[in-house]
């Protein structure tokens, strides 16, 4: 069988669902190596993954840490956007420490093939430059860009008139000046593998197979995607129906219940839970909170005195989205695609990165609600005491939910793999 490497940022959510394929392609009889610094094994939770450490001179003991901050922080900028500036030129970094350090890594561990996460170049160019056959895989809104449609980090509401198409052509070219840190390491690296010169993630996608966790129920009206592009829904490992019944939570029947989480890079924010807490109070729902290690105990404990009833770091997220009657979430994917697979309707509260975008793409779906991040309790109850009657967006949720409830994304992306990167590498179409 068949050696795979995956190369994906470190974060918790990306290899959360990379593990999942991993998973399913170990159990079929493969081999599967993550590689990245020294400090990214804590993320790999499944024993039978292989990890294999780079970077040990360039990224020390303390630096995925203080990456982590960056990321958990990427709004706090000041009139130099410095904050910003700080995590384009982290990931710049590791881009580059990946480029240098990945060619003797794969030859020394043997590697047939490599799943590359989209939001990482240097497993597209690596590959290109090994002549190894690797697949794309979108676990966040997938980047392939189209003309007349906003870019995933972008707020902005779909729409097919001149003026929208001006704002998301500007934006683009906004954001491709701001990331010209990391657009240069990919050019940089492209001339030195003897590769045709690029200088963006969108241009460094395999040409054999893409997957994405997003349902097409999900993102905007496509109409340019590549033919190799392959939509499978959520990265999960299947459980068993009995799981899959079992509540979370011992919870009032005659009230609502509703869920909040702002993932794991934001749930240090204790201002935001407070005043989610305060609305459910308000609207005398019970909430259960999953910080996600993000708060101390005490402050953890403070919750509850502002009307939470239940706070943890880690729930069951399918398990409690499967007994609430709403969830209020920063708009990450993983969150987002649950949500809908359990016709959860969604207060999404964006915060960073393709959060926005997601919330974008819910509301013009009529899946859910979208929030300022500022927003306090007022507005929240208000917001949620709509959703919470919006008999409509559950109606919308249980038709989009239908093809996620059949699909099992896991086993669909396996496939793809073992065709695309097979003894014999082929370009799989849709």
């Given at each position: 069988?068949?050696?795979?490497?995956?190369?994906?940022?470190?974060?918790?959510?990306?290899?959360?669902?990379?593990?999942?394929?991993?998973?399913?392609?170990?159990?079929?009889?493969?081999?599967?190596?993550?590689?990245?610094?020294?400090?990214?094994?804590?993320?790999?939770?499944?024993?039978?993954?292989?990890?294999?450490?780079?970077?040990?001179?360039?990224?020390?003991?303390?630096?995925?840490?203080?990456?982590?901050?960056?990321?958990?922080?990427?709004?706090?900028?000041?009139?130099?956007?410095?904050?910003?500036?700080?995590?384009?030129?982290?990931?710049?970094?590791?881009?580059?420490?990946?480029?240098?350090?990945?060619?003797?890594?794969?030859?020394?561990?043997?590697?047939?093939?490599?799943?590359?996460?989209?939001?990482?170049a240097a497993g597209g160019l690596v590959a290109e430059a090994m002549a190894l056959p690797f697949v794309s895989v979108a676990c966040a809104l997938p980047i392939n860009r189209e003309p007349g449609l906003p870019l995933p980090v972008m707020p902005f509401r779909y729409a097919t008139d001149e003026r929208a198409w001006g704002m998301y052509a500007t934006s683009e070219a906004i954001y491709d000046r701001l990331m010209r840190p990391h657009a240069r390491v990919i050019a940089h690296h492209a001339s030195s593998f003897g590769l045709p010169h690029r200088t963006g993630l969108h241009e460094c996608l395999s040409p054999l197979a893409q997957i994405s966790q997003t349902p097409a129920t999900l993102d905007f009206p496509r109409h340019r995607l590549p033919a190799n592009f392959h939509a499978v829904g959520p990265l999960r490992r299947t459980k068993d129906d009995t799981e899959k019944r079992r509540d979370a939570w011992s919870i009032d029947p005659e009230r609502p219940f509703v869920f909040a989480s702002l993932g794991t890079l934001q749930g240090h924010r204790y201002g935001r839970f407070k005043a989610i807490a305060r609305a459910c109070r308000r609207l005398d729902v019970q909430l259960a909170i999953a910080h996600c290690g993000g708060l101390p105990p005490a402050r953890a404990e403070a919750l509850k005195a502002h009307g939470a009833t239940f706070v943890t770091d880690f729930a069951n997220q399918r398990a409690t989205l499967r007994q609430a009657q709403a969830v209020i979430t920063h708009g990450g994917l993983n969150t987002v695609v649950d949500a809908i697979a359990t016709s959860t309707p969604m207060l999404v509260m964006p915060i960073a990165f393709d959060q926005p975008g997601v919330a974008a793409r819910l509301v013009w779906h009529g899946l859910g609600q979208r929030v300022s991040r500022r927003s306090g309790s007022i507005r929240l109850a208000r917001a949620l005491e709509t959703l919470l009657t919006d008999d409509a967006c559950r109606?919308?949720?249980?038709?989009?939910?239908?093809?996620?409830?059949?699909?099992?994304?896991?086993?669909?992306?396996?496939?793809?793999?073992?065709?695309?990167?097979g003894p014999v590498p082929m370009k799989v179409a849709s």
């Amino acid at each position: 069988m068949s050696h795979y490497a995956v190369i994906a940022p470190a974060l918790y959510s990306h290899f959360q669902a990379l593990q999942a394929l991993a998973g399913v392609l170990i159990d079929r009889g493969h081999r599967v190596t993550f590689i990245h610094q020294q400090e990214a094994r804590t993320l790999v939770c499944d024993a039978r993954i292989g990890f294999e450490p780079v970077g040990l001179r360039t990224h020390p003991a303390g630096s995925l840490a203080r990456s982590h901050h960056l990321a958990a922080n990427p709004t706090g900028v000041n009139s130099s956007g410095l904050s910003i500036r700080r995590l384009i030129a982290d990931m710049a970094a590791t881009t580059d420490m990946l480029c240098r350090e990945l060619p003797d890594a794969l030859e020394r561990l043997g590697v047939d093939g490599i799943i590359a996460d989209q939001m990482e170049a240097a497993g597209g160019l690596v590959a290109e430059a090994m002549a190894l056959p690797f697949v794309s895989v979108a676990c966040a809104l997938p980047i392939n860009r189209e003309p007349g449609l906003p870019l995933p980090v972008m707020p902005f509401r779909y729409a097919t008139d001149e003026r929208a198409w001006g704002m998301y052509a500007t934006s683009e070219a906004i954001y491709d000046r701001l990331m010209r840190p990391h657009a240069r390491v990919i050019a940089h690296h492209a001339s030195s593998f003897g590769l045709p010169h690029r200088t963006g993630l969108h241009e460094c996608l395999s040409p054999l197979a893409q997957i994405s966790q997003t349902p097409a129920t999900l993102d905007f009206p496509r109409h340019r995607l590549p033919a190799n592009f392959h939509a499978v829904g959520p990265l999960r490992r299947t459980k068993d129906d009995t799981e899959k019944r079992r509540d979370a939570w011992s919870i009032d029947p005659e009230r609502p219940f509703v869920f909040a989480s702002l993932g794991t890079l934001q749930g240090h924010r204790y201002g935001r839970f407070k005043a989610i807490a305060r609305a459910c109070r308000r609207l005398d729902v019970q909430l259960a909170i999953a910080h996600c290690g993000g708060l101390p105990p005490a402050r953890a404990e403070a919750l509850k005195a502002h009307g939470a009833t239940f706070v943890t770091d880690f729930a069951n997220q399918r398990a409690t989205l499967r007994q609430a009657q709403a969830v209020i979430t920063h708009g990450g994917l993983n969150t987002v695609v649950d949500a809908i697979a359990t016709s959860t309707p969604m207060l999404v509260m964006p915060i960073a990165f393709d959060q926005p975008g997601v919330a974008a793409r819910l509301v013009w779906h009529g899946l859910g609600q979208r929030v300022s991040r500022r927003s306090g309790s007022i507005r929240l109850a208000r917001a949620l005491e709509t959703l919470l009657t919006d008999d409509a967006c559950r109606r919308r949720l249980d038709d989009a939910a239908i093809p996620l409830r059949q699909a099992d994304g896991a086993e669909r992306a396996a496939d793809i793999v073992e065709l695309a990167l097979g003894p014999v590498p082929m370009k799989v179409a849709s």
